[in-house]
């Protein structure tokens, strides 16, 4: 079964840092790209990064550029979020999610697995 | 960026309606390349992840009833949900993914009278 689980939340400090994991089983994880996916309590759903199957390509929304690292170890099958510099309106439920789509090469950056989400809350 | 539109916010409908979610992109997502309209539809439940139920703008997901549609072209689209059953509660989002960053609708709220 494909699964993807998420560990890394919790409160942290406005400015602070904070490392998310995804481990990822089930399917073959260095052949997909991969994203992270955010929910502030009680508001809908945006996209903040993606990175293709090697790595090498990597995406952010302006809201996290410069913040926040996507990156991946596919000999571990696990996605990673780096979040540094952190805000009160980061607080949210971060979910990982799997593109059918390895990189730009292929049209298929929609997202079909995602993960239950960790959840990050910034306050002082 | 491309901005997604959804309406209506919310509706309420009774068990066997049909009903009928819209979003417009403010810009065409469709890409003469594959030729294909760069349109998801996720299904979100109170307490759980989001899940897919529609890409291509019209293909549906792994294991989704087919009372579940998509339609449209360009920058106008459509969801359909044919005979309303209580599971369908939920809010539905519309997404594009033909460049980055793939932006989401604010998403519609569906209910049961």
């Known amino acids: 079964e494909e699964q993807l689980l998420e560990s890394g939340g919790g409160l942290v400090q406005p400015g602070g840092s904070l490392g998310l994991s995804c481990a990822a089983s089930?399917?073959?994880?260095?052949?997909?790209?991969m994203g992270w996916v955010r929910q502030a309590p009680g508001r809908g759903l945006e996209w903040i990064s993606a990175?293709?199957?090697?790595?090498?390509?990597?995406y952010y929304a302006d809201s996290v550029k410069g913040r926040f690292t996507i990156s991946r170890d596919n000999s571990r099958s696990t996605l990673y979020l780096q979040m540094n510099s952190l805000r009160a309106d980061d607080t949210a439920v971060y979910y990982c999610?799997?593109?059918?789509?390895?990189?730009?090469?292929?049209?298929?950056?929609?997202?079909?697995?995602w993960g239950r989400g960790t959840l990050v809350t910034v306050s002082s | 960026d491309i901005v997604m539109t959804q309406s209506p916010d919310s509706l309420a409908l009774s068990l066997g309606e049909r009903a009928t979610i819209n979003c417009k992109s403010s810009?065409?997502?469709?890409?003469?390349?594959?030729?294909?309209?760069?349109l998801a539809w996720y299904q979100q439940k109170p307490g759980q992840p989001p899940k897919l139920l529609i890409y291509?703008?019209?293909t549906r997901g792994s294991g989704v009833p087919d009372r579940f549609s998509g339609s449209g072209s360009g920058a106008d689209f459509t969801l359909t949900i044919s005979n309303l059953q209580a599971e369908d509660v939920a809010v539905y989002y519309c997404?594009?993914?033909?460049?980055?960053?793939?932006?989401f609708g604010q998403g519609t709220k569906l209910e049961i009278k």
């Open positions: 990175l293709s199957y090697s790595g090498y390509s990597t």
């Open positions: 810009q065409s997502v469709f890409s003469s390349s594959y030729n294909k309209n760069y």
């Open positions: 291509w703008a019209s």
């Open positions: 999610a799997k593109v059918p789509g390895a990189d730009a090469s292929s049209p298929d950056w929609y997202f079909d697995l």
């Open positions: 089930g399917f073959t994880f260095s052949s997909c790209a």
């Open positions: 997404q594009h993914y033909l460049r980055t960053p793939h932006t």
